[in-house]
């Protein structure tokens, strides 16, 4: 059941901030662990397995999360996320200090089972939130994670020279630290029994297997999957293909800093555009901007063309991201969203690892523009399985006017 009005709002308001710490997590670790993949690794193709490992991590760290959450609640699995954030930070920093790519890769997994709750508090919010607040409340969540890519980056910008013995070292002691302010935000959280089910009883849902096996469910799973895992897949490759390319080291975390603004931006608005217009026109639009993204980076390799590219990609990512998950929230009953929701999260965010694992790999062998000429045709394909589905709704909607 949703709690009151402004018992949801305030929940809202503390999940934005939490976001905005942990959305520092990852913006940190997929601008700088490639960078220091590629210094500390055996070969380029390791390059990006860091960033592999942070994914890795957190589709691993989901079902636990979610297990977890049932059993303490969500705070008390916010709680856990964030020490597992701080010993991802130090552990990081101390694989740089000493020189260990296998600790450093370590501290990247970490990262990842500290996100797998960060992903969460957008479905914190929503099952707490009425109907007419849902998409706001989600809204406002990932909004946070604007202010994430500004701490991210000043992050970076202000620790690069603190330790330079130890290049990007210091930056992680800080992602130890934003972890470490997560804890009195989760403790402010005003979550009802309904949101924190810490014995919720057996489970009287239906099989998951029936749920996973509607048209709607996979078609937002599919949205959900494509608009992370190609945004991944192209942001991960990106440092190194500007720093190949000749362009440096501020260019490249500016344009990580543009993309992180784009991808949570929009936050403030989204929810209104899918009031107003639907979830699943949205998501379309999401999937179209991806695609203009590859269009953009084939079209050159200036700043200016990665750039634009890594903006039109957090676009794409935000309105594809926010859509599926609010077509998600269309897919199951109140009883059964624990389950769905890790399910869901479980199947993008392994096919994001499997998409950070082979970035590095598409770049160091077909180059930049191999990169992103496989992307366009999976964009259309879930364009024209999103078209699918909104043309039967319609049609649905026509007979049941008649």
């Excluded at 639907?278 to 901007?289: A, E, H, S, Y």
């Excluded at 269309?330 to 096919?351: G, K, M, W």
């Amino acid at each position: 059941m949703p709690s009151h009005p402004d018992q949801s709002r305030h929940n809202a308001l503390v999940l934005s901030g939490m976001q905005a710490l942990g959305g520092a997590n990852p913006a940190l670790v997929v601008a700088l662990s490639s960078l220091v993949g590629q210094r500390m690794a055996s070969s380029a193709d390791l390059a990006t397995l860091p960033v592999g490992i942070f994914n890795l991590g957190l589709a691993l760290g989901i079902l636990p999360a979610a297990y977890l959450m049932r059993r303490l609640g969500r705070q008390g699995g916010y709680i856990i996320g964030a020490l597992l954030g701080i010993g991802a930070g130090l552990l990081a920093a101390s694989g740089i200090y000493i020189e260990s790519f296998l600790v450093f890769c370590l501290g990247t997994l970490f990262a990842g089972l500290y996100a797998s709750y960060v992903q969460s508090y957008r479905f914190a919010a929503a099952d707490s939130a009425s109907d007419a607040f849902r998409p706001k409340a989600i809204s406002w969540v990932m909004a946070g994670g604007l202010l994430g890519a500004v701490i991210a980056t000043q992050t970076i910008v202000h620790t690069q020279e603190l330790w330079p013995q130890h290049p990007f070292a210091a930056a992680f002691l800080a992602q130890a630290a934003l972890a470490a302010l997560v804890l009195p935000f989760a403790f402010a959280l005003r979550l009802g029994r309904d949101v924190n089910p810490a014995k919720a009883g057996p489970y009287t849902g239906r099989p998951l297997r029936e749920i996973a096996a509607n048209s709607r469910f996979i078609i937002a799973v599919l949205a959900g999957v494509a608009s992370y895992g190609l945004m991944n897949f192209l942001m991960t490759a990106s440092p190194l293909a500007m720093i190949g390319c000749g362009h440096s080291l501020n260019d490249s975390t500016l344009g990580i800093q543009w993309h992180i603004l784009a991808m949570f931006g929009p936050s403030f608005f989204t929810g209104h555009l899918i009031k107003r217009f639907g979830k699943i026109p949205v998501t379309f639009l999401g999937m179209l901007l991806l695609g203009l993204a590859s269009v953009v980076a084939l079209a050159g390799i200036s700043v200016a063309h990665f750039w634009s590219s890594l903006i039109l990609l957090g676009l794409g990512w935000n309105f594809g991201f926010i859509g599926a998950t609010n077509m998600v929230l269309d897919c199951y009953r109140p009883q059964e969203r624990s389950r769905v929701q890790a399910l869901n999260d479980f199947i993008i965010f392994t096919c994001v690892a499997l998409s950070s694992f082979t970035s590095g790999r598409v770049l160091a062998n077909y180059g930049w523009e191999g990169v992103n000429t496989w992307t366009l045709p999976i964009s259309g394909l879930v364009m024209l399985a999103l078209a699918w589905l909104w043309l039967q709704d319609k049609r649905g909607l026509r007979q049941a006017q008649a």
